[in-house]
Structures are given as structure tokens and as C-alpha cells.
């Protein structure tokens, strides 16, 4: 059973490019959880989802972020117009039930690079 | 607002000597908390956890201590190793959604 993964692992983009940043859960997960971690900083919510389904949003930024987690395929983290303050690892984690702790998995992040 | 933190960003240990890693949180209606390792380059490793019911939980080589009365969390390994070495982060389960609420991390090192 592949653990979460996540693509592309590096990721550079020009001031005002989008980035596209993937997430396919372990098998039998149907949440997922997105964290931005900006250098030598710990990891901040930014979205959970369900299948198809928003459930909080409360950690992503109101403008040029969004997140979909579809009936079929991974989920996605879009980010438009990025700048350099985009500049930072994302991670997604997936779990089987509302995430405990114990029962999330991470994936290995994407590190997004503005240039 | 609340808030998980750590008292130190950096710790240097001798092979075979136990480690320490503190942590402090603000959130006094916490009831679960959890140790993640994050090796370089990778997303963070669940090591343990522990419910406000307990003050000390034990793992593998790892041992958690929660202090409700000033709001404390350690994580104690033992014969820390060079495969230790690692960013240790607490974080707590917080939110409608049970999203995680991460500290800052320590960075662990060990010497040989």
C-alpha cells in the first residue's frame, strides 16, 4: 500500500505563474488535509477536505489559493499568480477517519520555489 | 490566540545519552497531543501520543509527559542514536475539524 504522495516534489514558478500542487492519498483514505510550512517553522492548516467536499478552510489565505479533492483523482492545491511569499513546503496528510493524530499520514511535501 | 511552542529550536545530545525535547501549549481545552519527527527533506513522522487523561504515555525508546497544571508536554528518548536526528515537532488536535495545530520545532542533533 504506496503511502501518500504527493507531485511534483520541487516545484519553481515565476512571479505570477500558477502552481499546481497534487496530493493522492493512501488507498482507502477519503480526507485530506493540506499544511504549509515555511522555513525552520512547524506546519499550518491551510484546508481539509472530503471527497468532492470543503469541509474547513479556515487556514487558507482568502485570494489566489484553492483546493479540490474530486470524486476521482488526487487532490489539488492551486495557487494563482504566486509570489515569493508563496515560497514554501507543502504538505498534505490523508487519513481514513476526521484526521486524530495517530491515523494521519503524510506525504513527503512539495516544495514550492518563486522565483 | 492559542498557540504550541517550544522552548528550545536546538538540542545536541552524545550518542547513547537520552534527549529531552519540551514543549509548551496555550490551549488549556487540548485533550490530545501528538510528537511528530521530520527528517530532512521528508513530511513529518507520527512517534507517539498522548489524551489529557494521561501524564505520561511510553513507546519504543520513547517516552511522552503531558503537566496539565502548566500546560507542559516532553518527549524523552532514550540511547538517542544517529538515525535521531531529526526536527521534532508537538503539535495538538484542535478545531471543528480536528485539524492539527503545530509548534515550531527542535532540532535535534546527535553527536557521535
Known amino acids: 500500500n504506496a503511502g501518500v504522495m504527493q507531485n511534483p516534489r520541487h516545484l519553481v514558478r515565476r512571479r505570477g505563474q500558477e502552481a499546481r500542487l497534487r496530493c493522492s492519498p493512501m488507498?482507502?483514505?477519503?480526507?485530506v488535509y493540506w499544511y504549509r510550512q515555511l522555513p525552520e517553522e512547524g506546519l499550518k492548516f491551510m484546508v481539509y477536505l472530503q471527497k468532492e467536499n470543503i469541509i474547513d478552510e479556515s487556514g487558507m489565505p482568502k485570494e489566489r489559493f484553492s483546493a479540490e479533492f474530486p470524486k476521482e483523482g488526487p487532490s489539488i492545491l492551486r495557487i494563482q499568480q504566486v509570489v515569493r511569499g508563496d515560497s514554501a513546503a507543502y504538505f498534505c496528510?490523508?487519513?481514513?477517519?476526521?484526521?486524530?493524530?495517530?491515523?494521519?499520514?503524510f506525504g513527503q511535501g512539495t516544495r514550492l520555489t518563486v522565483v | 490566540g492559542e498557540s504550541v511552542g517550544l522552548h528550545l529550536p536546538t538540542l545536541s545530545v552524545q550518542e547513547g545519552d537520552n534527549s529531552i525535547i519540551n514543549c509548551a501549549y496555550s490551549?488549556?481545552?487540548?485533550?490530545?497531543f501528538i510528537w511528530y519527527k521530520q527528517e530532512s527533506g521528508k513530511g513529518p513522522q507520527f512517534i507517539i501520543d498522548?489524551?489529557?487523561?494521561?501524564d505520561k504515555r511510553q513507546g519504543q525508546r520513547v517516552t511522552v509527559l503531558l503537566n496539565k497544571t502548566v500546560k507542559h508536554l516532553s518527549l524523552q528518548i532514550a540511547a538517542t542514536q544517529p538515525g535521531d536526528s531529526a526536527v521534532y515537532f508537538c503539535a495538538e488536535n484542535t478545531g471543528s475539524a480536528r485539524q492539527l495545530t503545530f509548534g515550531s520545532g527542535t532540532q535535534l542533533t546527535v553527536l557521535p
Open positions: 496528510a490523508s487519513s481514513q477517519t476526521p484526521v486524530d493524530g495517530r491515523e494521519a499520514f
Open positions: 490551549n488549556s481545552a487540548s485533550d490530545y
Open positions: 498522548i489524551r489529557s487523561n494521561m
Open positions: 488507498k482507502g483514505h477519503s480526507h
